[in-house]
């Protein structure tokens, strides 16, 4: 009996230790986020981007998708921009290094993986980072050093050497330019352009176009352009907003006609509309002559863009009570507001002294 019993107790013990007496291991899947549903279906992916603190270790980089759930990447980010290549299919950011090395140019694809880095470091570069029309480069100026562009292919090159201690950066372009703004010290600024074999070829500084001149409150600032029909371009920068035209060389102070405080601006995809980002809502204002269409109720959201049919604004905003990022889509055909998804600002997430998560968006189709 006792012999038995000791059968029995042995058997159990080796049927519960597993090989090597280290256990039975169950495997256990981590949660999955629940699929992003809102009342209305949407199509294309939104990209989330929420930085806190050069401190902390870069912070959450996400994609979103109608009735899929919230992708968060691998990738941290800084707190520039993101910004979709034309053709909807990679996402330049300026990936986060270090606190002490910042970030480098880097471009994800759809899926989510980096597909292309770059060496630079991009701790200064303001503005939106920039596509070629052709969607085969992201473009950015480096500080005292030059403009450089980083393929899809992993190619980085030197564009345009800088000519003096400055900054050449708020590069951006239409189909037939590449733009940028020279800054020196003390706010002084020239815009200038190239033609697109210019920008292919490689060129120096002597052979670029200038437009104009202006001023802006240092020599870092951001400066935002919207391009227009014929070239002519709507520039933003400090709360002042102008019309310029580069064949005239002209600015026109706009001012009067956006009679509110504003962030920044973006373009419509059928380019008929701006969406305005101000205090008091995000305004939709007509391109032809700028009259109001509609305000949408939602007050200073940290970051914009537009739905890829041009008939929706996605926005995010940052809520210090529950240390989220608030996702929202606003239809302009009936001027319905939805949460498409509230995003839980992650461990690495350090708030700046002014207490803020600064937020960026973009919507691909």
């Known amino acids: 009996m006792k012999k038995l019993l000791f059968c029995l107790v042995l058997a159990a013990s080796i049927m519960f230790s597993g090989c090597g007496g280290k256990g039975v291991t169950t495997k256990i899947d981590p949660p999955v986020n629940p699929p992003v549903v809102t009342k209305r279906a949407w199509s294309g992916t939104i990209a989330v981007?929420?930085?806190?603190?050069?401190?902390a270790q870069g912070d959450g980089l996400y994609f979103l998708?109608?009735?899929?759930?919230?992708?968060?990447?691998?990738?941290?980010?800084?707190?520039?921009?993101?910004?979709?290549?034309?053709?909807?299919?990679?996402?330049?950011?300026?990936?986060?290094?270090?606190a002490t090395t910042f970030s480098n140019p880097a471009i994800i694809n759809l899926q989510g993986q980096?597909?292309?880095?770059?060496?630079?470091?991009?701790?200064?570069?303001?503005?939106?980072?920039?596509?070629?029309?052709?969607?085969?480069?992201?473009?950015?100026?480096v500080y005292m050093n030059g403009i450089y562009a980083l393929s899809t292919t992993g190619v980085e090159r030197l564009v345009m050497t800088?000519?003096?201690?400055?900054y050449d950066h708020n590069i951006f372009f239409d189909n037939d330019y590449m733009y940028w703004v020279h800054h020196e010290y003390g706010g002084s600024c020239t815009l200038y352009r190239?033609?697109?074999a210019q920008f292919n070829a490689g060129f120096n500084c002597a052979d670029a176009e200038k437009i104009v001149d202006f001023t802006t409150a240092d020599h870092d600032a951001s400066v935002y352009f919207v391009p227009l029909a014929d070239h002519t371009l709507i520039m933003s920068y400090s709360a002042k907003i102008s019309l310029v035209d580069p064949v005239a060389k002209i600015i026109t102070d706009l001012k009067p006609k956006f009679n509110y405080d504003f962030d920044?601006?973006?373009?419509?995809p059928n380019k008929q509309y701006l969406a305005v980002n101000t205090y008091d809502g995000i305004k939709i204002l007509k391109v032809s002559d700028f009259s109001l269409v509609k305000t949408i109720n939602l007050d200073f959201e940290d970051s914009i863009?537009?739905?890829?049919?041009?008939?929706?604004?996605?926005?995010?905003?940052?809520?210090?009570?529950?240390?989220?990022?608030?996702?929202?889509?606003?239809?302009?055909?009936?001027g319905k507001i939805e949460t498409?998804?509230?995003?839980k600002h992650s461990a690495a997430s350090k708030r700046t002294a002014y207490g803020d998560i600064f937020c960026s968006v973009g919507w691909t189709r």
Request: no cysteine; glycine share 6%; net charge negative.
């Open 264 to 268: 920044h601006i973006r373009l419509s």
């Open 49 to 55: 981007r929420e930085f806190g603190d050069f401190n």
């Open 114 to 141: 980096e597909i292309s880095n770059g060496t630079k470091n991009l701790q200064y570069n303001s503005g939106l980072l920039a596509w070629t029309p052709d969607s085969t480069n992201m473009v950015y100026g």
């Open 340 to 343: 498409v998804t509230t995003i």
């Open 162 to 166: 800088s000519w003096s201690a400055t």
């Open 65 to 98: 998708g109608y009735n899929k759930p919230v992708q968060t990447l691998a990738t941290k980010a800084d707190e520039a921009d993101i910004t979709w290549s034309p053709n909807g299919q990679y996402l330049a950011i300026r990936k986060f290094i270090s």
């Open 305 to 334: 863009a537009w739905s890829p049919d041009s008939d929706a604004i996605v926005s995010v905003n940052d809520d210090y009570s529950s240390s989220s990022t608030i996702v929202s889509i606003s239809w302009l055909s009936d």
């Open 194 to 196: 190239v033609t697109m």
